[in-house]
Protein backbone atom coordinates (compact mmCIF):
# COMPACT_ATOMS: atom_id res chain seq x y z
CA UNK A 1 0.00 0.00 0.00
CA UNK A 2 1.30 3.34 -1.08
CA UNK A 3 1.41 5.79 1.91
CA UNK A 4 2.16 9.42 3.09
CA UNK A 5 4.04 8.37 5.70
CA UNK A 6 6.91 7.15 3.09
CA UNK A 7 10.83 8.02 3.42
CA UNK A 8 12.28 9.90 0.29
CA UNK A 9 15.54 9.13 -1.17
CA UNK A 10 16.56 12.89 -1.22
CA UNK A 11 19.42 14.84 -2.61
CA UNK A 12 21.52 16.88 0.01
CA UNK A 13 22.39 20.37 -1.70
CA UNK A 14 24.47 23.24 -0.58
CA UNK A 15 21.10 25.85 -1.15
CA UNK A 16 20.42 25.02 3.03
CA UNK A 17 24.06 25.98 4.01
CA UNK A 18 23.83 29.16 2.27
CA UNK A 19 20.95 30.05 5.37
CA UNK A 20 23.32 28.51 8.05
CA UNK A 21 24.61 32.14 8.68
CA UNK A 22 21.80 33.32 9.15
CA UNK A 23 19.90 30.47 11.00
CA UNK A 24 22.97 29.79 13.02
CA UNK A 25 22.50 26.17 12.63
CA UNK A 26 21.88 23.29 10.56
CA UNK A 27 18.68 23.29 8.76
CA UNK A 28 17.14 20.10 10.29
CA UNK A 29 18.00 21.85 13.89
CA UNK A 30 16.35 25.45 12.46
CA UNK A 31 13.35 23.18 11.38
CA UNK A 32 12.97 21.26 14.54
CA UNK A 33 13.01 24.20 16.61
CA UNK A 34 9.88 25.91 14.55
CA UNK A 35 7.92 22.58 15.19
CA UNK A 36 8.51 21.88 11.00
CA UNK A 37 9.54 18.33 9.85
CA UNK A 38 13.42 18.33 8.25
CA UNK A 39 14.30 17.48 5.09
CA UNK A 40 14.79 13.78 4.73
CA UNK A 41 18.48 12.68 4.67
CA UNK A 42 20.24 12.48 1.58
CA UNK A 43 23.12 11.60 -0.25
CA UNK A 44 25.28 14.89 -1.94
CA UNK A 45 24.44 15.57 -5.90
CA UNK A 46 27.04 16.18 -7.42
CA UNK A 47 25.19 18.17 -10.70
CA UNK A 48 21.56 19.59 -9.89
CA UNK A 49 19.17 17.59 -12.38
CA UNK A 50 18.25 19.66 -15.52
CA UNK A 51 14.66 18.37 -15.68
CA UNK A 52 14.03 19.84 -12.09
CA UNK A 53 16.60 23.07 -12.13
CA UNK A 54 17.24 25.76 -14.73
CA UNK A 55 19.66 27.63 -12.39
CA UNK A 56 20.80 26.58 -8.97
CA UNK A 57 23.05 27.87 -6.53
CA UNK A 58 25.11 27.74 -3.12
CA UNK A 59 22.33 29.08 -2.65
CA UNK A 60 21.63 30.94 -5.63
CA UNK A 61 20.42 33.98 -3.80
CA UNK A 62 20.82 34.31 0.09
CA UNK A 63 18.27 35.40 2.63
CA UNK A 64 17.93 39.36 3.04
CA UNK A 65 17.28 38.80 6.22
CA UNK A 66 16.68 36.68 9.74
CA UNK A 67 13.20 35.87 10.22
CA UNK A 68 10.74 32.63 11.08
CA UNK A 69 11.96 30.81 7.55
CA UNK A 70 15.69 30.94 8.56
CA UNK A 71 17.25 27.35 7.67
CA UNK A 72 14.91 26.68 4.46
CA UNK A 73 15.55 26.79 0.99
CA UNK A 74 13.06 27.60 -1.98
CA UNK A 75 12.72 26.40 -5.45
CA UNK A 76 11.29 29.02 -7.50
CA UNK A 77 9.53 28.16 -10.53
CA UNK A 78 10.66 30.06 -14.22
CA UNK A 79 7.80 32.46 -13.86
CA UNK A 80 8.89 34.79 -11.35
CA UNK A 81 11.44 37.62 -11.15
CA UNK A 82 14.61 36.70 -9.55
CA UNK A 83 16.79 39.84 -8.94
CA UNK A 84 19.90 39.42 -11.45
CA UNK A 85 18.18 36.09 -13.17
CA UNK A 86 16.60 35.76 -16.35
CA UNK A 87 13.06 34.52 -16.46
CA UNK A 88 12.70 31.51 -18.95
CA UNK A 89 8.93 30.42 -18.99
CA UNK A 90 9.97 27.27 -19.54
CA UNK A 91 10.24 27.78 -23.28
CA UNK A 92 14.40 28.51 -24.85
CA UNK A 93 12.95 31.11 -27.46
CA UNK A 94 11.65 33.09 -24.64
CA UNK A 95 14.87 32.32 -22.39
CA UNK A 96 17.01 33.55 -25.36
CA UNK A 97 15.23 37.07 -25.47
CA UNK A 98 15.37 37.60 -21.72
CA UNK A 99 16.70 39.97 -19.67
CA UNK A 100 18.43 40.01 -16.10
CA UNK A 101 15.52 40.86 -13.84
CA UNK A 102 16.51 44.50 -11.69
CA UNK A 103 13.73 42.77 -8.46
CA UNK A 104 12.56 40.27 -7.28
CA UNK A 105 8.93 39.27 -7.43
CA UNK A 106 6.93 40.63 -4.73
CA UNK A 107 6.59 36.93 -3.14
CA UNK A 108 10.35 35.68 -3.53
CA UNK A 109 11.45 38.93 -1.53
CA UNK A 110 8.90 38.37 1.00
CA UNK A 111 10.24 35.14 1.54
CA UNK A 112 14.14 36.13 1.62
CA UNK A 113 12.94 38.57 3.97
CA UNK A 114 11.70 35.92 6.13
CA UNK A 115 14.86 34.10 6.36
CA UNK A 116 14.43 32.05 3.34
CA UNK A 117 17.44 31.27 0.87
CA UNK A 118 16.64 30.55 -3.05
CA UNK A 119 17.92 27.54 -3.77
CA UNK A 120 17.54 27.55 -7.37
CA UNK A 121 15.07 28.72 -10.49
CA UNK A 122 13.20 25.21 -11.26
CA UNK A 123 11.28 24.09 -14.56
CA UNK A 124 7.94 24.59 -15.37
CA UNK A 125 5.57 23.82 -18.52
CA UNK A 126 5.67 26.80 -21.17
CA UNK A 127 4.03 29.07 -19.98
CA UNK A 128 2.06 27.39 -16.94
CA UNK A 129 -0.40 26.39 -19.75
CA UNK A 130 -0.11 22.62 -18.88
CA UNK A 131 -1.40 20.52 -15.98
CA UNK A 132 1.31 17.37 -17.20
CA UNK A 133 4.99 18.44 -16.28
CA UNK A 134 5.92 16.85 -19.33
CA UNK A 135 7.93 19.50 -21.31
CA UNK A 136 9.74 18.38 -24.42
CA UNK A 137 12.30 20.79 -24.26
CA UNK A 138 13.81 20.21 -21.23
CA UNK A 139 12.19 16.58 -20.12
CA UNK A 140 9.80 15.59 -17.41
CA UNK A 141 10.85 15.74 -13.74
CA UNK A 142 10.78 12.88 -11.57
CA UNK A 143 8.20 11.92 -9.39
CA UNK A 144 10.02 9.99 -6.41
CA UNK A 145 6.78 9.00 -4.73
CA UNK A 146 5.98 6.95 -8.35
CA UNK A 147 9.24 6.81 -10.20
CA UNK A 148 7.49 5.12 -13.56
CA UNK A 149 4.83 8.16 -13.23
CA UNK A 150 5.25 11.85 -14.31
CA UNK A 151 5.43 14.68 -11.91
CA UNK A 152 2.39 16.67 -12.98
CA UNK A 153 2.63 20.46 -13.77
CA UNK A 154 2.98 23.64 -14.11
CA UNK A 155 4.57 24.09 -10.85
CA UNK A 156 6.21 20.65 -11.87
CA UNK A 157 10.04 21.54 -11.04
CA UNK A 158 9.38 23.12 -7.38
CA UNK A 159 6.93 20.23 -6.83
CA UNK A 160 10.11 17.64 -7.74
CA UNK A 161 12.78 19.88 -6.30
CA UNK A 162 10.51 19.74 -2.94
CA UNK A 163 9.95 15.71 -3.33
CA UNK A 164 13.68 15.20 -3.44
CA UNK A 165 14.77 16.61 -0.58
CA UNK A 166 16.19 19.46 -2.46
CA UNK A 167 14.03 22.59 -1.26
CA UNK A 168 11.37 22.79 1.99
CA UNK A 169 9.48 24.99 -0.32
CA UNK A 170 8.22 24.92 -3.91
CA UNK A 171 6.79 28.50 -5.37
CA UNK A 172 4.89 28.25 -7.88
CA UNK A 173 1.27 29.22 -9.77
CA UNK A 174 -2.04 27.88 -9.72
CA UNK A 175 -4.71 28.97 -12.34
CA UNK A 176 -6.22 25.73 -13.27
CA UNK A 177 -4.49 23.28 -10.87
CA UNK A 178 -1.09 23.82 -11.34
CA UNK A 179 0.16 23.45 -7.28
CA UNK A 180 -3.22 21.18 -6.56
CA UNK A 181 -1.67 18.08 -9.09
CA UNK A 182 1.65 17.94 -8.19
CA UNK A 183 1.18 18.40 -4.91
CA UNK A 184 -1.43 15.14 -5.33
CA UNK A 185 0.53 13.26 -7.98
CA UNK A 186 3.60 13.53 -5.78
CA UNK A 187 1.87 12.99 -2.33
CA UNK A 188 2.43 16.43 -1.06
CA UNK A 189 0.65 19.32 0.55
CA UNK A 190 0.26 22.37 -1.53
CA UNK A 191 -2.14 25.94 -1.18
CA UNK A 192 -3.99 27.73 -4.23
CA UNK A 193 -4.94 30.95 -2.28
CA UNK A 194 -7.81 33.02 -2.40
CA UNK A 195 -7.65 34.73 -5.07
CA UNK A 196 -5.58 38.00 -5.00
CA UNK A 197 -4.60 37.21 -1.42
CA UNK A 198 -1.08 37.03 -2.51
CA UNK A 199 0.94 39.61 -4.81
CA UNK A 200 1.80 38.31 -8.53
CA UNK A 201 3.48 41.45 -8.63
CA UNK A 202 6.83 40.32 -10.70
CA UNK A 203 4.75 37.10 -12.46
CA UNK A 204 4.31 36.43 -15.80
CA UNK A 205 0.84 35.83 -16.06
CA UNK A 206 -1.29 33.11 -17.63
CA UNK A 207 -5.06 34.01 -16.95
CA UNK A 208 -4.96 37.35 -14.61
CA UNK A 209 -8.65 36.45 -13.39
CA UNK A 210 -7.50 32.89 -12.14
CA UNK A 211 -3.78 33.45 -11.47
CA UNK A 212 -2.89 32.52 -7.78
CA UNK A 213 0.86 32.10 -6.19
CA UNK A 214 1.16 29.48 -3.97
CA UNK A 215 3.43 27.09 -2.51
CA UNK A 216 4.34 22.87 -2.13
CA UNK A 217 6.13 21.44 0.90
CA UNK A 218 6.19 17.93 2.14
CA UNK A 219 4.41 18.76 5.35
CA UNK A 220 1.64 20.83 6.52
CA UNK A 221 3.51 22.77 9.03
CA UNK A 222 5.70 24.32 6.81
CA UNK A 223 2.95 24.70 4.50
CA UNK A 224 1.30 26.81 6.68
CA UNK A 225 5.05 28.64 7.72
CA UNK A 226 4.92 29.90 4.43
CA UNK A 227 1.93 31.23 4.86
CA UNK A 228 2.28 32.72 7.45
CA UNK A 229 4.55 34.95 5.80
CA UNK A 230 2.82 35.59 2.26
CA UNK A 231 -0.68 35.59 3.57
CA UNK A 232 -2.30 38.57 4.64
CA UNK A 233 -2.54 39.01 8.32
CA UNK A 234 -5.60 38.28 10.61
CA UNK A 235 -7.26 34.89 9.99
CA UNK A 236 -10.25 36.35 8.45
CA UNK A 237 -13.64 34.43 8.74
CA UNK A 238 -13.43 30.85 10.49
CA UNK A 239 -15.43 28.26 8.28
CA UNK A 240 -18.60 27.06 9.70
CA UNK A 241 -18.32 23.26 8.69
CA UNK A 242 -17.33 20.75 6.34
CA UNK A 243 -19.30 19.48 3.50
CA UNK A 244 -18.80 17.19 0.44
CA UNK A 245 -20.78 15.90 -2.28
CA UNK A 246 -20.68 12.36 -3.26
CA UNK A 247 -21.37 13.49 -7.12
CA UNK A 248 -18.34 15.37 -7.62
CA UNK A 249 -16.47 12.81 -5.71
CA UNK A 250 -17.65 10.30 -8.00
CA UNK A 251 -16.22 12.35 -11.36
CA UNK A 252 -12.64 10.84 -10.12
CA UNK A 253 -11.13 7.50 -10.69
CA UNK A 254 -12.51 4.61 -8.50
CA UNK A 255 -9.16 4.30 -6.92
CA UNK A 256 -9.18 8.17 -6.48
CA UNK A 257 -12.62 8.09 -5.07
CA UNK A 258 -11.88 5.88 -2.34
CA UNK A 259 -8.99 7.11 -1.10
CA UNK A 260 -10.72 10.38 -0.28
CA UNK A 261 -13.47 8.43 0.89
CA UNK A 262 -11.79 6.60 3.66
CA UNK A 263 -9.85 9.17 4.36
CA UNK A 264 -13.03 11.72 5.30
CA UNK A 265 -14.63 8.20 6.85
CA UNK A 266 -11.47 8.86 9.97
CA UNK A 267 -12.28 12.72 10.68
CA UNK A 268 -15.07 11.47 13.09
CA UNK A 269 -12.61 9.06 15.05
CA UNK A 270 -9.54 11.85 14.81
CA UNK A 271 -11.48 14.43 16.71
CA UNK A 272 -11.35 16.48 12.99
CA UNK A 273 -14.63 18.79 11.98
CA UNK A 274 -17.78 16.67 11.22
CA UNK A 275 -17.89 16.00 7.32
CA UNK A 276 -22.00 16.67 5.89
CA UNK A 277 -23.13 15.53 3.08
CA UNK A 278 -24.62 18.16 0.07
CA UNK A 279 -26.38 17.28 -2.93
CA UNK A 280 -25.06 18.85 -6.52
CA UNK A 281 -25.54 18.45 -9.99
CA UNK A 282 -22.32 17.01 -11.52
CA UNK A 283 -23.42 17.31 -15.17
CA UNK A 284 -22.88 21.31 -14.95
CA UNK A 285 -19.64 20.87 -14.78
CA UNK A 286 -18.42 20.08 -18.55
CA UNK A 287 -19.83 23.40 -19.35
CA UNK A 288 -18.21 25.17 -16.53
CA UNK A 289 -14.86 23.96 -17.56
CA UNK A 290 -15.51 25.35 -21.28
CA UNK A 291 -15.85 28.12 -20.24
CA UNK A 292 -12.87 28.39 -17.65
CA UNK A 293 -10.76 27.06 -20.01
CA UNK A 294 -12.60 29.73 -22.94
CA UNK A 295 -11.72 33.20 -20.63
CA UNK A 296 -8.30 31.40 -19.53
CA UNK A 297 -7.52 30.82 -23.26
CA UNK A 298 -8.53 34.73 -24.31
CA UNK A 299 -6.88 35.77 -21.07
CA UNK A 300 -3.54 34.00 -22.24
CA UNK A 301 -4.08 35.06 -25.97
CA UNK A 302 -3.93 38.61 -24.77
CA UNK A 303 -0.54 38.11 -22.74
CA UNK A 304 1.41 35.83 -25.16
CA UNK A 305 -0.35 36.02 -28.37
CA UNK A 306 1.77 38.53 -30.07
CA UNK A 307 4.72 36.68 -29.61
CA UNK A 308 3.78 32.83 -29.89
CA UNK A 309 2.31 34.35 -33.49
CA UNK A 310 6.55 35.20 -34.12
CA UNK A 311 7.53 31.58 -32.23
CA UNK A 312 4.76 28.72 -33.28
CA UNK A 313 8.12 26.97 -33.90
CA UNK A 314 9.39 27.04 -30.43
CA UNK A 315 6.15 25.58 -29.13
CA UNK A 316 5.66 21.97 -27.41
CA UNK A 317 2.70 20.23 -29.86
CA UNK A 318 0.33 20.65 -26.77
CA UNK A 319 0.95 24.00 -25.60
CA UNK A 320 0.86 25.12 -29.30
CA UNK A 321 -2.64 23.53 -29.48
CA UNK A 322 -3.95 25.11 -26.80
CA UNK A 323 -2.52 28.68 -27.69
CA UNK A 324 -3.76 27.91 -31.32
CA UNK A 325 -7.19 27.01 -29.72
CA UNK A 326 -7.58 30.33 -27.33
CA UNK A 327 -6.37 32.30 -30.92
CA UNK A 328 -9.85 31.09 -32.73
CA UNK A 329 -12.00 32.71 -29.64
CA UNK A 330 -13.80 35.52 -30.50
CA UNK A 331 -15.56 38.28 -28.48
CA UNK A 332 -19.11 36.31 -28.31
CA UNK A 333 -17.48 33.50 -27.03
CA UNK A 334 -15.67 35.19 -24.45
CA UNK A 335 -19.26 36.76 -23.37
CA UNK A 336 -20.87 33.46 -23.16
CA UNK A 337 -18.08 31.95 -21.24
CA UNK A 338 -18.20 35.14 -18.41
CA UNK A 339 -21.79 34.63 -17.99
CA UNK A 340 -21.41 31.13 -17.82
CA UNK A 341 -18.82 31.70 -14.60
CA UNK A 342 -20.84 34.40 -13.31
CA UNK A 343 -23.78 31.69 -12.73
CA UNK A 344 -21.09 29.01 -12.00
CA UNK A 345 -19.59 31.25 -8.75
CA UNK A 346 -23.34 32.00 -7.59
CA UNK A 347 -24.03 28.33 -7.46
CA UNK A 348 -20.81 27.47 -5.71
CA UNK A 349 -21.41 30.07 -3.26
CA UNK A 350 -24.82 29.37 -2.56
CA UNK A 351 -24.20 25.43 -2.40
CA UNK A 352 -20.94 26.23 0.16
CA UNK A 353 -21.65 29.33 1.96
CA UNK A 354 -19.01 29.86 4.32
CA UNK A 355 -18.03 26.09 4.87
CA UNK A 356 -15.67 23.80 3.28
CA UNK A 357 -15.81 21.48 0.63
CA UNK A 358 -14.22 18.10 0.36
CA UNK A 359 -12.86 16.51 -3.27
CA UNK A 360 -10.78 14.72 -4.59
CA UNK A 361 -7.89 17.29 -5.79
CA UNK A 362 -7.18 15.85 -9.15
CA UNK A 363 -9.50 12.90 -10.63
CA UNK A 364 -6.74 10.11 -11.26
CA UNK A 365 -3.42 9.04 -9.98
CA UNK A 366 -0.92 9.99 -12.24
CA UNK A 367 -0.56 8.55 -15.64
CA UNK A 368 2.59 6.90 -15.93
CA UNK A 369 5.52 8.18 -18.15
CA UNK A 370 5.00 5.85 -21.11
CA UNK A 371 1.15 6.84 -21.28
CA UNK A 372 2.60 10.73 -21.28
CA UNK A 373 3.03 11.88 -24.85
CA UNK A 374 2.57 15.54 -24.79
CA UNK A 375 -0.73 16.14 -26.03
CA UNK A 376 -1.65 12.70 -25.97
CA UNK A 377 -5.02 11.13 -25.43
CA UNK A 378 -3.93 10.12 -22.09
CA UNK A 379 -3.25 13.43 -20.67
CA UNK A 380 -5.70 15.05 -22.34
CA UNK A 381 -8.63 12.57 -20.90
CA UNK A 382 -6.63 13.16 -17.17
CA UNK A 383 -6.83 16.75 -17.97
CA UNK A 384 -10.37 17.48 -18.98
CA UNK A 385 -11.57 15.08 -16.04
CA UNK A 386 -9.58 16.83 -13.55
CA UNK A 387 -10.25 20.56 -14.63
CA UNK A 388 -14.02 19.30 -13.55
CA UNK A 389 -12.52 19.62 -10.06
CA UNK A 390 -10.45 22.08 -10.01
CA UNK A 391 -12.19 23.94 -11.30
CA UNK A 392 -14.51 24.68 -8.93
CA UNK A 393 -12.12 27.13 -6.89
CA UNK A 394 -10.84 28.39 -9.52
CA UNK A 395 -13.56 30.32 -10.98
CA UNK A 396 -15.05 30.79 -7.67
CA UNK A 397 -11.80 32.59 -6.20
CA UNK A 398 -11.96 30.51 -2.76
CA UNK A 399 -8.73 29.05 -1.46
CA UNK A 400 -7.66 25.58 -1.90
CA UNK A 401 -4.81 22.95 0.10
CA UNK A 402 -4.51 19.89 -1.26
CA UNK A 403 -3.08 17.54 1.19
CA UNK A 404 -1.78 13.86 0.54
CA UNK A 405 -3.75 11.04 1.81
CA UNK A 406 -3.51 6.50 1.80
CA UNK A 407 -3.77 4.95 -1.23
CA UNK A 408 -3.03 1.46 -2.12
CA UNK A 409 -1.10 1.86 -5.46
CA UNK A 410 0.16 6.05 -6.27
CA UNK A 411 -0.15 8.94 -4.38
CA UNK A 412 -3.23 10.61 -4.21
CA UNK A 413 -4.61 14.18 -2.82
CA UNK A 414 -7.45 15.39 -1.46
CA UNK A 415 -8.58 18.38 -1.68
CA UNK A 416 -10.56 21.36 0.55
CA UNK A 417 -11.86 24.25 -0.69
CA UNK A 418 -12.47 26.76 1.88
CA UNK A 419 -14.44 30.29 1.70
CA UNK A 420 -12.39 33.30 0.13
CA UNK A 421 -10.34 34.84 2.83
CA UNK A 422 -10.00 31.87 5.32
CA UNK A 423 -6.76 30.74 3.97
CA UNK A 424 -4.89 30.37 7.31
CA UNK A 425 -8.00 28.53 9.22
CA UNK A 426 -7.71 26.15 5.97
CA UNK A 427 -3.87 25.83 6.82
CA UNK A 428 -4.58 25.14 10.47
CA UNK A 429 -7.12 22.59 9.74
CA UNK A 430 -4.65 20.80 6.88
CA UNK A 431 -2.03 20.68 10.19
CA UNK A 432 -4.60 19.20 12.42
CA UNK A 433 -5.46 16.48 9.40
CA UNK A 434 -2.10 15.71 8.79
CA UNK A 435 -1.40 14.88 12.79
CA UNK A 436 -4.40 12.74 12.59
CA UNK A 437 -2.31 10.36 10.34
CA UNK A 438 -5.28 9.98 8.06
Not at 197 to 219: Q, Y
Not at 275 to 281: A, E, I, T, Y
Not at 378 to 395: N, P
Request: one cysteine or more.
Amino acid sequence: MWTNRRSFLGLATAAGAGALVASGGTPAAAATRAGRKPAPDAAVSEEPDPTVWREFGDPLVRPTRFGPLAGLTVAVKDLFAVEGHRVGAGNPAWLAGSRPESTSASAVAELLAAGAAVAGIARTDEFAYSLAGTNGHYGTPPNPAAPERISGGSTSGPASAVSLGQADIGLGTDTGGSIRIPSSYQGLYGIRPSHGAVSTEGLLPLAPSFDTVGWITRDARTLRAAGRVLLPRGGGRAPSGVVLAQEIIDVASPEVAASVRRAVAGWRGAGLPRVRGVRFDADVLPDWVRAFQTKQGVEAWSRWGSWVSRHWESLNPDVRSRFETASKYTRDDLVAAERVLREARARVDDLLGDRILILPSASSVAPTRAEAALGGPVIEQARAQTFQLTCLAGLSGRCAVSIPVRSRTAPVGLCMVGPRGSDRHLLDLAVRVEAAGL
